[in-house]
């Protein structure tokens, strides 16, 4: 497991962030009497709920798909392309509210594309690594 | 909300189902897909692996080759080097014989003129000095016209 986590040094901790603040997002959209954001409380419920639901249920597959351990690696690459997929799509909402409502916040929005952006390219890497091994192996999509 | 917030909410909106489309898309395509076992995929590592170093020894031994080559040329051109030193040293000691010939005629020119009463001609030229100094010259200065 250890060795999973050191594999992803970056994606590990920012997929428990995700699922640390979209949790706490989650509650906050349902509930009048809790606010995790002021930024966040400038989006119609609803929407702040998919993007928090997103973040969390993102960083959740994330992690699921990083540290399985089964025979097919099939399994852990989908489990963890639709949970990046999900976070990178929660994070261009919160990247689009700030930019909206507080562009002059630089490291909110830069960080949140940042985020993106790397969701993005990790998950492009796992496309590539699949077609590598397919080749290699011979092995048909 | 007002209306600029409205837009921006249906943009976001979009934003968030198309992602999510997007997700689902690629988890369809994904659960189509044949598996790919460990155990190959490990297989296949090893391959590329003992691929990088077949490909790594093969450039060490073009690598070598390479430097043999230029071994070969720069050993040849030592080579040649020394054989352009034997001709420089032999010019060299050939020069040297014919300064010590000359120096020896330039002394034995200067006892002749200091002594010219008791030895009216000059000592001969040596056949050394011939390429450097006209025979005929000293032949001429052995034969002095009668006044």
Redesign the interface.
């Known amino acids: 497991m250890l060795d999973h986590a050191l594999a992803h040094p970056w994606e590990v901790p920012l997929a428990v962030f995700q699922i640390f603040g979209g949790g706490i997002g989650v509650v906050a959209s349902l509930s009048d009497q809790i606010t995790v954001s002021p930024t966040v409380d400038?989006?119609?419920w609803f929407?702040a709920l998919?993007?928090c639901l997103?973040l969390a249920v993102g960083g959740v597959m994330t992690l699921f798909g990083i540290f399985d351990d089964?025979?097919?690696?099939?399994?852990g690459?989908?489990l963890e392309?639709?949970g990046l997929?999900?976070a990178?799509?929660?994070w261009?909402?919160y990247t689009?509210?700030l930019l909206?409502?507080h562009p002059e916040s630089l490291l909110g929005w830069a960080f949140g594309l940042v985020a993106t952006v790397s969701a993005g390219l990790r998950t492009w890497a796992t496309f590539r690594e699949?077609r590598r091994?397919?080749n290699?192996?011979g092995?048909?999509? | 909300m007002n209306i600029e917030g409205n837009v921006v909410a249906a943009v976001l909106s979009f934003l968030a189902a198309l992602g999510a489309g997007i997700g689902w898309w690629v988890d369809r395509r994904d659960r189509h897909k044949d598996p790919l076992p460990k155990s190959a995929a490990e297989v296949a590592v090893a391959k590329e692996a003992l691929g990088v170093v077949v490909a790594a020894a093969e450039w060490d031994r073009t690598r070598g080759e390479r430097i043999q080559t230029d071994l070969t040329a720069a050993l040849r051109r030592i080579t040649a080097l020394e054989e352009d030193g034997v001709t420089d040293r032999a010019r060299i000691t050939r020069l040297e014989t014919l300064l010590s010939h000359a120096a020896s005629y330039i002394e034995a020119l200067l006892r002749w003129a200091h002594a010219l009463r008791d030895a009216p001609k000059p000592p001969p030229l040596p056949t050394e000095l011939h390429d450097l100094v006209d025979p005929q010259l000293w032949i001429t200065i052995s034969n002095p016209k009668e006044t």
């Open positions: 400038n989006l119609p929407l998919a993007m997103m089964g025979d097919d690696m099939m399994r690459w989908r392309r639709s997929i999900l990178a799509t929660g261009t909402v689009g509210i909206a409502t699949e091994l397919r290699a192996t092995a048909d999509e």
